[in-house]
């Protein structure tokens, strides 16, 4: 079994930037990694996904102030966010989709932007 942890969370002001990081735990062959959120009362919704071959996704709404990256070689994703605002407040959660098409999940990391 393969886990997934997330570091990099944490409280910002609006405007200010943050890094999320992803590892698995072992070497796994994902075809996508990517990062999920979920607000208090919503559904988790897709932020952004990158393909094994580099190919990105992003929500409109952080299109142009995230951007996400990964090495395969170390089996790990992350997500730079910048300009990020009180909206963006959330549990984000690392998610890998194997070739199989089964995803697995991180624990969760909480962003909080606030003044």
């Known amino acids: 079994q393969v886990q997934l942890v997330e570091s990099g969370g944490g409280l910002v002001r609006p405007g200010g930037s943050l890094r999320l990081s992803c590892a698995a735990s072992r070497i796994f062959g994902f075809n996508y990694m990517g990062w999920y959120r979920q607000a208090p009362g919503k559904e988790r919704e897709l932020v952004a996904m990158?393909?094994?071959?580099?190919?990105?996704n992003y929500a409109e709404s952080v299109q142009g102030r995230f951007k996400i990256s990964r090495d395969g070689a170390k089996n790990t994703v992350s997500l730079q966010m910048n300009s990020l605002k009180p909206e963006d407040t959330a549990v984000y959660y690392c998610?890998?989709?194997?070739?199989?098409?089964?995803?697995?999940w991180g624990q969760g990391t909480q962003v909080t932007v606030s003044s």
């Open positions: 990158i393909s094994s071959s580099g190919n990105t």
């Open positions: 998610n890998g989709k194997s070739f199989l098409d089964r995803d697995y």
